[in-house]
């Protein structure tokens, strides 16, 4: 890893976006073929935030894939090998990370699209050692908070008397989950009542007490409730102001869920935010059909505006990108050693206060992307 970074002929490095390639997008694992991925995230950092190129380093750790049809593929780069994982691999990432810190002692590192484990462990081992963060799990979580934020200026319910239902508790959801926590108890709530306005659901079910399949970083969230197993039945009980879809999962926001949003409240709030737009959990045009054009949508990926009985609606896209970039100028011009959840709390009130009431009257709760 010295040796590799070594050759690299810039000194002052100070954006790095590295990946294994493990979880690309909503698409899975696609091996070295993941290095899309980082050079378009730092392509982001310089268009949006004026990052020179040069203090911007892309990196893909290619340590196999388990994708057997790439690994067969005659045009594909990588090691044709499986993962490496465990101790391993574990190695493998500290030699990288303590190579990083001796070459760029400036320099921020974000984690990106990593598989949900490790991206959990590489976050937790790091974040108060160096200056890092992972970008689907804070950067997530910042630009959804934003949304809330327009949201409740539409809805007129403060975040703090939302209940919110995700689909997904995975890296986004659980870090969504945990920003919004932390926005709700800076806004006087306690920190139980906070975790009771939250409710995930999994591939098993919702996440509840009687679940013995818990990873630690659900467990805040595993409440007092019988097993549900169904996401319909998941809204009809728990009448979410907000559902979250952060499961890669296509079509799983049905008409009938959709339906049952707008029975319960006036101006639903629907975040499909899985990617890319193939992924997203239902279209924007089925969220503004199925609820008589009511539904505040906004999804991850693009979707055109649509004009549901004479009336046109534009969806908003919660990308990451109107956080990191900020974020990581922000971490640059103050030479920060850390990077800290405060920091995605107030991008996500910046974010938020951009946004106009022309936005808004649209059903927009992000600027357009033209003022990114
Ligand atoms: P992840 O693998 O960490 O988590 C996925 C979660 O979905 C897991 O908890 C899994 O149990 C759950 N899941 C899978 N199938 C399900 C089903 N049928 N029903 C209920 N839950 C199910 O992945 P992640 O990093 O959390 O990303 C998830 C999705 O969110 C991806 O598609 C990604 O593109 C998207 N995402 C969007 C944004 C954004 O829009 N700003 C940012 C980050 C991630």
């Keep these: ?16 976006v590295v990946t294994d390639g493990e979880r690309i997008l909503g698409l ?22 004026g990052v020179p190129p040069r203090q911007c380093l ?21 090691l044709r090998q499986p993962r490496l994982r465990g101790a391993a691999y574990d190695a493998l990432l500290d030699e990288f990370v303590e190579a990083v810190q001796e070459r760029f002692p400036h320099v ?10 490790n991206a959990f462990t590489l976050l937790d081992k790091w974040r108060d050692r160096m200056c890092t963060f992972n970008d689907d799990i804070q950067g997530t979580a910042s630009v959804t908070l ?42 006087g709530i306690s920190s139980a009542d906070a975790h009771s306005r939250c409710w995930f659901m999994d ?6 007490k009687s679940r013995t399949d818990l990873a630690v970083h659900k467990q805040p969230y595993a409440h007092d409730h019988p097993p549900v197993g169904s996401f319909l039945e998941a809204v009809e009980t728990i ?46 045009r089925e969220a503004y059909a199925t609820t008589d054009g009511r539904a505040i949508f906004a999804s991850g990926s693009p979707f055109a505006p649509v004009t549901h009985k004479g009336r046109t609606h534009v969806p908003g896209q ?13 971490v640059i011009v103050a030479d920060s050693s850390r990077v800290t959840d405060e920091m995605f709390a107030a991008a996500a009130r910046t974010l938020a206060s951009t946004v106009t009431e022309d936005d808004l009257a649209m059903g927009r709760i992000y600027p357009s992307l033209s003022r990114i």
């Design 108 to 117: 921020c590192l974000q984690f990106e699209d990593f598989g949900n484990h």
């Design 318 to 330: 919660g990308n990451n990108a109107y956080i990191f970039p900020g974020v990581g100028l922000g």
């Design 239 to 284: 009448k979410p102001h907000a559902i979250i879809g952060v499961s890669g999962m296509p079509g799983t926001f049905t008409a009938p869920v959709l339906a049952a949003m707008a029975r319960h409240h006036a101006r639903p709030i629907v975040m499909a935010l899985s990617n890319p737009t193939s992924k997203a959990e239902c279209t924007a």
């Design 203 to 208: 591939s098993k079910g919702l996440v509840v």
């Design 146 to 187: 934003a949304g809330l934020y327009s949201a409740a200026r539409i809805t007129g319910t403060p975040i703090t008397d939302m209940r919110l239902l995700f689909l997904g508790a995975g890296e986004a959801g659980i870090g969504i989950g945990d920003l919004v926590v932390e926005a709700m108890t800076e806004e």
């Design 1 to 16: 890893m010295r040796e590799v970074l070594a050759n690299w002929p810039h000194d002052d490095v100070r954006m790095i």
């Design 28 to 49: 899975g694992d696609l091996g070295a073929n993941g290095m899309g991925i980082p050079i378009g995230k730092l392509t982001l950092y310089t268009a949006c935030a």
């Design 58 to 78: 892309p990196i893909t750790i290619d340590v196999g894939t388990d994708n057997t049809h790439l690994r067969e593929s005659a045009s594909y780069m990588g």
